[in-house]
């Protein structure tokens, strides 16, 4: 009996050391999919069109790769929108020039810093960021303050649960960037039609 069980830790010990590594292989071929796909899905559903700052140039503006999703410059100027500007300028929207700060009925918004210093995601959780996709509230927080346009936090709630923690994973491996963007400014005044 005593030479059974060591003839099975034995072979167990073997499994285990021949195992381990597979395994560890798996974990970050894992990791680097997930990587991947958070890589991939940052580009395609468009995260730098505004987090990014962009650069002014002959022929459309290019977004500022050495300020990649930064978010609205710290002290950069931003538009102001009134009632009037859409009815005698027909204007429902109006964007500064680096495309991070956009305002409207809403009153203006500015694109956030998605990089992982502590003035941009660095003091969130994975789980705050896929709550904050998922109901629209900053932080993910049920009292928090709205997510304002043009973020299309409602098409993103239908994202799978694997895909933001893939996106999260991913915006975790950019260079942090200290940039404190300013949090949004109220309307100046209901929109035209609203009592």
């Not at 285990?16 to 958070?38: D, F, I, M, S, Y």
């Not at 890589?39 to 730098?48: D, M, R």
């Not at 009925?105 to 500015?110: K, L, R």
């Not at 995601?121 to 629209?136: H, I, M, S």
């Amino acid at each position: 009996m005593q030479k059974r069980k060591k003839i099975t830790l034995g072979l167990l010990l073997l499994a285990a050391t021949w195992l381990w590594p597979q395994n560890q292989a798996v974990a970050e071929h894992h990791e680097k999919t997930q990587l991947e796909r958070g890589a991939y899905l940052t580009t395609i559903l468009g995260c730098h069109d505004c987090h990014t700052p962009k650069l002014m140039q002959p022929g459309p503006p290019q977004p500022d790769m050495s300020r990649a999703l930064s978010g609205h410059p710290e002290g950069a100027p931003y538009p102001t929108w009134m009632p009037a500007d859409l009815m005698e300028g027909h204007t429902l929207v109006k964007v500064n020039p680096t495309f991070t700060a956009f305002a409207g009925p809403w009153g203006v918004s500015f694109a956030i810093n998605l990089t992982p210093d502590k003035t941009g995601l660095g003091e969130w959780t994975e789980e705050a960021f896929v709550q904050a996709l998922r109901t629209g509230k900053h932080q993910g927080q049920p009292n928090g303050r709205p997510i304002l346009p043009p973020m299309p936090w409602e098409v993103y709630k239908a994202i799978t649960d694997d895909d933001l923690k893939a996106m999260w994973a991913y915006l975790q491996t950019m260079k942090p960037i200290a940039n404190k963007v300013p949090t949004p400014v109220p309307p100046a005044g209901p929109p035209p039609g609203a009592e």
